[in-house]
């Protein structure tokens, strides 16, 4: 008696499913999806990288945030009807259509419950315009953060250009027009 057995070796991950993974896995744990962090967590060659994020958002599963920073774009299932209903007894009716194959959700809230749920709502909405602010800040300050930098490089050749272009006499007259020439000699 022989028995045969196959084994059928796991469909190969493709370089965009890597690529997607890396950035869901550093949302996860609230890190910021550059470039540079998705090649090093992949173990891909940049060129890959950069030619898989710009496909995921043509594709509409990323969005570009900045120059090389990317984030998840979030997807739902379609949006169900909801109401809330002040009943004459002072109760409070919370209906919610149910999804295909679902049934729709019906709560029937004390007045009590309804501002406990009311409270967490708004607490929900408050961390949302937190984390949301949060980010915009985070992502202004990354690119004043680079302008700078390049307004750094920009002045550093600038001071070499007057350095070189400068003979005595100008330097001299600098000197005299109150100018502190260490900036330049630096």
Known sequence: ??????????PAITSTQRIFDA???LREVDQIATRETVAELTGLKMAIV?????????????KRLLRGVYELVETYPQTRNISKTILDSGYVMIEIAGRKDEPDIVLHLTPSEDRALSML????AGQAIL??????????????AAKVEAQGRELKAM??????????RQMELLL???QDLSSVAE
Do not use: P
């Open 176 to 178: 005299h027009a109150g």
């Open 50 to 62: 950069d030619d898989r994020l710009r496909a995921l958002v043509d594709d509409g599963k990323l």
């Open 121 to 124: 709502s708004v607490g929900a």
């Open 131 to 144: 984390i949301n602010s949060t980010n915009q800040h985070l992502f202004l300050a990354t690119e004043l």
């Open 159 to 168: 001071r070499e250009l007057l350095r070189e272009k400068l003979d005595t």
């Open 23 to 25: 950035v869901r896995d």
């Open 1 to 10: 008696m022989t028995t045969e057995t196959t084994t059928s070796a796991a």
